[in-house]
């Protein structure tokens, strides 16, 4: 019974469990803005290439 106990305290005492949640949470943000920044920039992106085709389309009578 004192082994469970001292495996006990030492798990609350360690700060392995504490500083992976943290990563994850960190992570998980890190992954939310870069998804934002990617779909934002790939909305851009798509109407750049919306305009230049269809400047390209009028400037040669033409149409894809």
Request: proline share 8%; net charge negative.
């Given at each position: 019974m004192k082994s469970f106990l001292n495996v006990a305290k030492n798990f609350l005492r360690s700060e392995?469990?504490?500083t992976a949640t943290e990563y994850a949470v960190m992570l998980a943000l890190i992954?939310?803005?870069a998804l934002?920044?990617?779909t934002g920039l790939g909305t851009?992106?798509?109407g750049i290439f919306t305009n230049v085709d269809t400047t390209l389309a009028g400037a040669t009578g033409g149409g894809s």
């Open positions: 392995d469990g504490p992954i939310i803005v934002g920044a990617i851009t992106v798509d």
